[in-house]
């Protein structure tokens, strides 16, 4: 299962709309489930929020602008080998306050899509869009470029 770890509900119509098509995507290739956190005033309680939902066991991904940046395909393949090896892949996106060190640390990778500032609804769509890219480059089908 690909699961997406995020905080804040999105509320624009646009925005619920483009997820919820990527999402419908992505299902016919995998299994994905989005789960939102509470988005918290307080720093700290918005990161234990997170901590406390991240599973160990999982592949976690940490998206952060401090990351490695990689192209579309580099992103395919950490998805494909990854779920050969461990049923669960979670990408984590924080707040607008972004991620501390300790969630960092309990992520196998971190990467970065751009050195942008994006709204946090429009990433997430962005961050769905890749995935289904991805899935489309594993299955070799028309899409990508």
């Known amino acids: 299962m690909i699961k997406i770890l995020c905080v804040g509900k ?6 619920v709309e483009l997820i919820a098509d ?29 901590l406390h939902c991240i599973n160990t066991a999982d592949y976690n991904i940490a998206l952060d602008m401090n990351g490695n940046k990689i192209d579309s395909l580099e992103f395919a393949n950490t998805i494909e080998n990854t779920l050969m090896v461990n049923s669960n892949i979670t990408f984590i996106i924080g707040g607008s306050n972004g991620l501390n060190d300790e969630i960092r640390n309990k992520c196998a990778k971190i990467i970065s899509f751009s050195d942008l500032t994006f709204p946090h609804g429009l990433f997430r769509g962005i961050l769905l869009e890749q995935i289904y890219r991805a899935f489309k480059i594993i299955n070799n089908e028309t899409y990508h470029k």
């Open 22 to 50: 990527y999402v419908k995507r992505i299902n016919k290739y995998h299994k994905i489930v989005i789960s939102e956190l509470k988005d918290d005033v307080n720093y700290s309680k918005e990161l234990k929020s997170i």
């Open 10 to 15: 999105i509320k624009e119509r646009y925005l």
